[in-house]
């Protein structure tokens, strides 16, 4: 299947620890990416891999897998971390990719 | 640095074609799998289709296969991405992206993007 479904929208407050789930029938199998988006900017890569962290990204996000549902965690919320975020995985046969439908992380 | 350049917009009428560009710059362009991205106004990200330089094997989404077209020329270290009958609905954000070493989905670099108009 060539489906992620992502929570449409997530908000903590600052200092707070921020879940974003992914569902797909293709993890763990399937890497699962996470990208985040800020308002008129492109997406950042920031964990590759279910739990990789690119350099340059704060160590609060990290990511995990259980099952079929992949999370991204961000630790310590700041206000500079409100954003879509993406997961994005790949079929089962590594020939295409696609994204969840994206979760607005509010920072109150 | 790696940078991917892109033009910042287009604008075409319905039943035009479009070429879009994509230079690279900072890395070995042959050895990396580059791709595109879409972006309609106030939606998510999909993915179109990706293309491995060195030897121009390309490969589509579903979605948007006999719908696009993706090339590359190492010569001048550019991708592109093509229409040949452009539609009202392909206006959107485009954005050019790098695969990862060795890692075809991982898209470590992305372009500022092409914002791409199609009105009468």
């Known amino acids: 299947s060539s489906e992620l479904t992502q929570p449409p929208s997530v908000s903590v407050s600052p200092g707070q620890t921020a879940r974003i789930t992914c569902s797909g029938d293709g993890f763990p199998d399937q890497y699962a990416y996470w990208y985040q988006q800020k308002p008129g900017q492109a997406p950042v890569l920031v964990i590759y891999?279910?739990?990789e962290r690119p350099s340059g990204i704060p160590e609060r996000f990290s990511g995990s897998s259980s099952g079929t549902t992949v999370t991204l965690t961000i630790s310590g919320v700041q206000a500079e971390d409100e954003a879509d975020y993406y997961c994005q995985s790949s079929d089962h046969g590594g020939t295409y990719a696609f994204f969840g439908g994206g979760t607005k992380l509010t920072v109150l | 640095e790696v940078q991917l350049v892109q033009p910042g917009a287009e604008v075409r009428k319905p039943g035009e074609s479009l070429k879009i560009s994509c230079k690279a710059s900072?890395?070995?362009?042959?050895?990396?799998?580059i791709g595109w991205v879409r972006q309609m106004p106030g939606k998510g990200l999909e993915w179109m289709g990706i293309?491995?330089?060195?030897?121009?094997?390309?490969t589509y989404s579903p979605s948007f296969q006999g719908q696009v077209t993706i090339s590359a020329d190492k010569s001048i270290s550019t991708a592109y991405l093509q229409w040949s009958s452009l539609k009202a609905a392909d206006t959107a954000l485009y954005y050019c992206v790098r695969g990862g070493f060795g890692e075809l989905f991982r898209f470590d670099y992305w372009g500022q993007g092409t914002l791409v108009s199609v009105s009468s």
């Open positions: 900072g890395y070995t362009f042959i050895n990396y799998w």
């Open positions: 891999k279910h739990s």
């Open positions: 293309i491995y330089p060195a030897d121009s094997d390309a």
